[in-house]
């Protein structure tokens, strides 16, 4: 395996992500008394790939075991945190980390260098980070209140985070199947926002993105 540099990094950070995204989805299938732990877990190290593909010196991270070590203590801190009654604390602390890496990939995306494969896949991770935002949102508004979307289960949290998902990236993509929709003024807000992102990103950076590469390749020069 190639190691993770700043001219591959999103390949990993997108396998990472749709690697999450599965997780959640066999532990939506499959769920158990370890079904939070998986998904933390999974989501811990999906933003330390993250935060290690950004890197600019290999002095600053820890691989190996210290790696391991540092995703054990972020799932018991998560799991502390849930079992003291701080879900909101929790969920905060990890919209934080997918805004975080969104903006990091954003400025390497946006404002580094001519435009290769890696950043055409960067914007797809950007629009994949762009819907989990969206989704711990959701989950944000439906702790505080249940009611705000027909079609979630008053459960905890981590129990509804596919569904979250789901609903966000059929939202994101502006599908609308309908099995979940949105019951209060905010989620609503919420919700039509992220479709009008959603069309305007495909429609404006992803496609600016692929031109400029196609200009790139077809200039004279090369």
Same mark, same amino acid.
């Given at each position: 395996?190639?190691?993770?540099? *700043?001219?591959?990094?999103?390949? @990993?950070?997108?396998?990472?992500?749709?690697?999450?995204? #599965?997780? =959640?989805?066999?532990?939506?299938?499959?769920?158990?008394?370890?079904?939070?732990?998986?998904? *933390?877990?999974?989501?811990?190290?999906?933003? /330390? =790939?993250?935060? +290690?593909?950004?890197?600019?010196?290999?002095?600053?991270?820890?691989?190996?075991?210290?790696? $391991?070590?540092?995703?054990? #203590? /972020?799932?018991?801190?998560?799991?502390?945190?849930? !079992?003291?009654?701080?879900? @909101?604390?929790?969920?905060?602390?990890?919209?934080? !980390?997918?805004?975080?890496?969104?903006?990091?990939?954003?400025?390497?995306?946006?404002?580094?260098?001519?435009?290769?494969?890696?950043?055409?896949?960067?914007?797809?991770?950007?629009?994949?980070?762009?819907?989990?935002?969206?989704?711990?949102? +959701? #989950?944000?508004?439906?702790?505080?209140?249940?009611?705000?979307?027909?079609?979630?289960? *008053?459960?905890?949290?981590?129990?509804?985070?596919?569904?979250?998902?789901? @609903?966000?990236?059929?939202? $994101?993509?502006?599908?609308?199947?309908?099995?979940?929709?949105?019951?209060?003024?905010?989620?609503?807000? $919420?919700?039509?926002?992220? =479709?009008?992102?959603?069309?305007? @990103?495909?429609?404006?950076?992803?496609?600016?993105?692929?031109?400029?590469?196609?200009?790139?390749? *077809?200039?004279?020069?090369?």
């Amino acid at each position: 395996m190639k190691p993770i540099t *700043q001219k591959n990094n999103f390949y @990993y950070l997108t396998a990472g992500l749709v690697l999450m995204l #599965l997780v =959640a989805a066999v532990v939506e299938h499959y769920p158990g008394p370890l079904a939070s732990i998986v998904i *933390q877990a999974s989501t811990v190290v999906m933003l /330390l =790939a993250g935060v +290690y593909g950004f890197r600019r010196t290999r002095s600053r991270f820890i691989t190996g075991i210290g790696f $391991l070590g540092i995703v054990l #203590l /972020l799932v018991l801190a998560g799991m502390f945190m849930d !079992f003291a009654g701080l879900r @909101y604390t929790h969920l905060l602390v990890l919209l934080a !980390f997918f805004v975080w890496t969104t903006r990091v990939a954003a400025r390497q995306v946006l404002f580094t260098g001519s435009i290769d494969l890696n950043k055409i896949v960067g914007a797809i991770c950007i629009y994949l980070l762009l819907g989990l935002i969206w989704a711990l949102l +959701y #989950l944000f508004i439906a702790e505080l209140s249940p009611s705000a979307f027909n079609g979630f289960e *008053q459960a905890p949290w981590t129990e509804n985070f596919f569904s979250a998902i789901y @609903y966000s990236f059929v939202t $994101l993509t502006t599908l609308g199947y309908g099995e979940i929709t949105p019951a209060l003024p905010i989620a609503r807000f $919420l919700a039509f926002m992220e =479709a009008i992102v959603g069309v305007f @990103y495909i429609a404006i950076l992803v496609a600016s993105l692929i031109g400029v590469r196609l200009s790139e390749f *077809q200039s004279p020069g090369r």
